[in-house]
């Protein structure tokens, strides 16, 4: 392996973007997390349905610079 290769090698973001749904009506929002953070579960207003819900983290949608 070369040198510049080692050098020039990509370093891991801090951040990344994940996608929230809601375990009730399935209404969904994007939401910025840290990279080694647990996974994210938090209470939120629904427009759906009008009232405060649960939101889950469901996937990472890409990483964040």
Do not use: C, W
């Not at 375990?23 to 349905?49: M, N, W």
Request: no cysteine.
């Amino acid at each position: 392996m070369f040198i510049t290769n080692i050098l020039l090698k990509k370093a891991k973001s801090k951040n990344v973007l994940v996608l929230m749904e809601s375990a009730v009506s399935g209404h969904q929002f994007t939401k910025i997390r840290e990279r080694l953070a647990d996974k994210l579960e938090l209470i939120r207003f629904d427009p759906y349905i009008q009232r405060n819900s649960l939101y889950k983290e469901r996937k990472r949608v890409r990483s964040l610079n």
